[in-house]
Nanobody
Framework: QVQLVESGGGLVQAGGSLRLSCAAS?????MAWFRQAPGKEREIVAA???????YYAGSVKGRFAISRDNAKNTVYLQMNSLNPEDTAVYYC????????????????WGQGTQVTVSS
């Protein structure tokens, strides 16, 4: 397992942008962002493999962009055109396996960072 430290959350108005960062203590195959809103299950937002293959949830496709710097073991999430439905705690996660839809494959999790979008 690797240790993950997130940063970059905060409060933003609808239509605004935020950039999240997640630094890992070591290398890993898949790095991803999940989010969990109050009363809802944790859901995938975006994932990226070591080679740069990406996956996006339908609700964020075209608005969010995931990227990673393998030399720094860091993954980023650029969030544009934010709306109140994006309000949640965002978690960084790491897996040794490719993203397959199975959240249980992510053994390492960050502490979470709050993103709040006001209308």
């Amino acid at each position: 397992q690797v240790q993950l430290v997130e940063s970059g959350g905060g409060l933003v108005q609808a239509g605004g942008s935020l950039r999240l960062s997640c630094a890992a203590s070591g290398s890993t195959y898949t790095m991803a962002w999940f989010r969990q809103a109050p009363g809802k299950e944790r859901e995938i937002v975006a994932a990226t493999s070591w080679s740069g293959t990406t996956y996006y949830a339908g609700s964020v496709k075209g608005r969010f962009a995931i990227s990673r710097d393998n030399a720094k073991n860091t993954v980023y999430l650029q969030m544009n055109s934010l709306n109140p439905e994006d309000t949640a705690v965002y978690y960084c996660a790491a897996s040794r396996r490719p993203w397959s839809g199975d959240i249980s494959l992510f053994a390492s999790w960050g502490q979470g960072t709050q993103v709040t979008v006001s209308s």
